[in-house]
């Protein structure tokens, strides 16, 4: 609920995915492109050393490569104190995960016929500030400019009492607003009590009824219910800690406050479940599907990188869906990449977890590969090194160049560059590409105590073609 990520992951210079094109045209699914199989062994060991040196109580983890599981596993205690292990079954809290149950719900409502996405929120509740100027899209886009209620990273004193999501959607849906609609994009829960209320509205029943018999039960998510009123044996026990502290027990938030922002328990393999459902068509259809995987263009024309209730990444070798979630106790990530059918779950019991290095290895392992071409010479960290070094010394072999960087490199340039560089150290290949028939190398490295970054540019033949520096 607290915090929702998505990170650019498979950086490929020179390349990116289209942005669609239409808002009322549903784009065609990507196709589906084989990766080379990933190693679960390997996975598995990089979890259990993540669990050991970030001193976590519990994590399960879901890997699904080609829609198949390919891991399903836990790791450490669902309950300190005691010997009871994660298991693949242990049910954890998913936090803001479930906003997009609750765009598809809405969604599967208007293919009913029952609403619309352009609704205007007045239709359903019509005291709130501009109800008539926010319609349903706005909410789950996150850009209608309704205050969020939980934005803080912990359970304050407004939320250690119960109350309703309509008290709530009262308090903070009746200020002003926090910004124009449509003019910003700003991360805010109290849309989704909103989107549930409307959901139980015209639904006509409870919202984890709707979803019991709407999503759950048809894609097979046995091990997931909707705010579950009493804890059972399956669920974890969440954790937190403060200033580096040993965990101990997490106080929730009183009921009402997670709601149908937050309040899914799941497990990684009825995740995994859900996402392969969902980029397989068997829950939505294709205008549904599209609304939900779009990203919103703000009115200026910006992008937010972010659909309805869901986090879209389109930069690099693939399109990737990404959410993650957060409230007292646990963290979550759901991260899914549609042209692979791939998808990672992560499930902690620790809300201070920090997982995004372990995401990021794993999904490296899922998107599509660059074919970059193969180099006749030295690795691309070698190379690298060298040139640096021999720049900074300002006696640059002229050897390892192409003809039209060399003559770019005038004596005039190399001497600019050797006053300008420090010695250098740390050098790092942060990434590769290709472009236009080359291997292209991000470059992190040292000069003195400054970091900077360089692109590496060498054709086949391992000569290089370029070398151009930005400040970090």
């Known amino acids: 609920m607290r915090t929702v990520i998505w990170i650019v992951v498979g950086f490929a210079v020179g390349c990116g995915h289209p942005r669609a094109t239409s808002e009322n045209k549903a784009p065609d699914k990507p196709p589906v492109i084989e990766t080379k199989p990933v190693n679960a062994a390997q996975i598995d060991s990089m979890i259990r050393a993540t669990v050991a040196d970030k001193h976590l109580v519990g994590l399960s983890v879901g890997v699904a490569q080609d829609g198949k599981v390919v891991l399903a596993k836990g790791y ?8 009871d292990s994660v298991t693949a079954e242990t049910m954890f809290a998913i936090g803001s995960v479930t906003k997009q149950f609750t765009c598809s719900s809405v969604l599967l409502l208007a293919q009913d016929g029952k609403l619309t996405m352009q609704d205007p929120v007045s239709k359903y509740f019509p005291k709130l500030t501009r109800a008539a100027d926010i319609t349903l899209l706005d909410l789950g886009n996150h850009v209608s400019g309704y205050r ?61 009824s709707f979803l019991s018999q709407r999503i759950f039960t048809p894609v097979g998510m046995t091990h997931t219910q909707f705010d579950p009123t009493d804890h059972i044996p399956a669920m974890a026990t969440g954790y937190t800690t403060y200033a580096l502290s040993a965990p101990f027990p997490a106080a929730p938030e009183a009921r009402g406050w997670a709601g149908t922002a937050g309040a899914i328990w799941s497990t990684p393999s009825d995740l995994l479940a859900w996402d392969m459902a969902l980029i397989g068509g068997k829950v939505l259809n294709d205008t549904s599907y599209h609304t939900l995987t779009t990203p919103r263009h703000l009115k200026d024309g910006r992008s937010t990188g972010y659909g309805c209730g869901d986090g879209i990444v389109e930069e ?29 779950v992560m499930l902690a ?15 490296t392992r899922l998107v599509p590969h660059i074919d970059i071409p193969a180099i006749n010479g030295p690795s691309a960290v070698d190379a690298a090194r060298t040139f640096l070094v021999s720049l900074q010394a300002g006696r640059v072999d002229r050897s390892t160049l192409g003809d039209d960087y060399s003559a770019f490199l005038t004596p005039q340039l190399i001497a600019g560059a050797t006053k300008s560089l420090g010695p250098i150290s740390d050098v790092q290949v942060v990434n590769r590409g290709e472009r236009g028939g080359m291997e292209v190398a991000a470059i992190r490295f040292k000069t003195g105590r400054q970091t900077a970054g360089a692109l590496m540019y060498r054709t086949p033949d391992g000569k290089i073609q370029e070398v151009l520096f930005q400040r970090e």
């Open 148 to 208: 969020d209620y939980y934005p803080l990273d912990f359970v304050d004193r407004e939320m250690q009492k119960p109350e309703t999501a309509d008290s709530i959607i009262d308090e903070y849906a009746t200020r002003p607003l926090d910004f124009d609609p449509g003019t910003r994009w700003s991360y805010s829960n109290t849309n989704f009590l909103i989107l549930g209320r409307v959901v139980e509205m015209v639904g006509g029943q409870p919202f984890g």
């Open 76 to 83: 450490g205690l669902k309950t300190l104190g005691g010997h």
């Open 349 to 363: 019991n620790t809300d201070f977890a920090s997982l995004g290095a372990l995401e990021d290895s794993i999904l």
């Open 316 to 344: 690099g070798p693939a399109v990737v869906f990404r959410h993650g979630g957060a409230v007292s106790g646990f963290v979550a990530e759901n991260i899914v990449v549609p042209a692979t059918r791939s998808a990672i």
